[in-house]
T-cell receptor, first 110, second 116 residues
Framework: EDQVTQSPEALRLQEGESSSLNCSYT??????LFWYRQDPGKGPEFLFT???AGEEKEKERLKATLTKKESFLHITAPKPEDSATYLC???????????FGRGTSLIVHP | DAGVIQSPRHEVTEMGQEVTLRCKPI?????LFWYRQTMMRGLELLIY????????DSGMPEDRFSAKMPNASFSTLKIQPSEPRDSAVYFC??????????????FGEGSRLTVL
């Protein structure tokens, strides 16, 4: 069975303290890996799509990378407004439908 | 351009009552998804439609749940009768298929359901 595991479940950082979130997957035939951001009381909002190992995408203080078994979301010099839950989702060869991980709740303190 | 629109945003009802959640997807999108989010289980796919046709409803928890998409601009998720364990946030999302990928999903703001 396809699985998506995100770690840590929760992360507290000081403003400016860089760190990484992890998304590991055990799927057959990865079509795409997606990162979403979810603010409290809102729906998830798309950030990145990664398709193949070695690929990287950047947006402001966020950089997503992909290997054959996991993806990292690197946050450089985070700000309090980066506080949110970050969700990872994978899409496999057997289905066009993404399966979501449980997410990492990030809090950045000023 | 309007995003995915869901209603109601909040619903409080009593056990046994019928609940209907509504969704208007983004115009031109050919996929529509209903997800449920809880602290215990995260985001779970309930059902999805392609071109208004239900494709996979294996995530629907039981016969009390039903979903329809009568046209490309409207979908409903109905729970009858509702139970306290149905309390969750229900999200509707839409997407447009590009090549071999459904691409990014666009989510609505969700409907928070509380069943007393």
């Amino acid at each position: 069975e396809d699985q998506v595991t995100q770690s840590p479940e929760a992360l507290r950082l000081q403003e400016g303290e860089s760190s990484s979130l992890n998304c590991s997957y055990t799927v057959s035939g990865l079509r795409g890996l997606f990162w979403y951001r979810q603010d409290p009381g809102k729906g998830p909002e798309f950030l990145f799509t990664l398709y193949s190992a070695g690929e990287e995408k950047e947006k402001e203080r966020l950089k997503a990378t992909l290997t054959k078994k996991e993806s990292f979301l690197h946050i450089t010099a985070p700000k309090p407004e980066d506080s949110a839950t970050y969700l990872c989702a994978v899409q496999t060869g057997g289905s066009y439908i993404p399966t979501f991980g449980r997410g990492t709740s990030l809090i950045v303190h000023p | 351009d309007a995003g995915v629109i869901q209603s109601p945003r909040h619903e409080v009802t009593e056990m046994g009552q019928e609940v209907t959640l509504r969704c208007k997807p983004i115009s031109g999108h050919d996929y529509l998804f209903w997800y449920r989010q809880t602290m215990m289980r995260g985001l779970e796919l309930l059902i999805y439609f392609n071109n208004n046709v239900p494709i996979d409803d294996s995530g629907m928890p039981e016969d009390r749940f039903s979903a329809k998409m009568p046209n490309a601009s409207f979908s409903t998720l109905k729970i009858q009768p509702s139970e306290p364990r149905d309390s969750a946030v229900y999200f509707c999302a839409s997407s447009k298929r590009t090549g071999s990928n459904t691409g990014e999903l666009f989510f609505g703001e969700g409907s928070r359901l509380t069943v007393l």
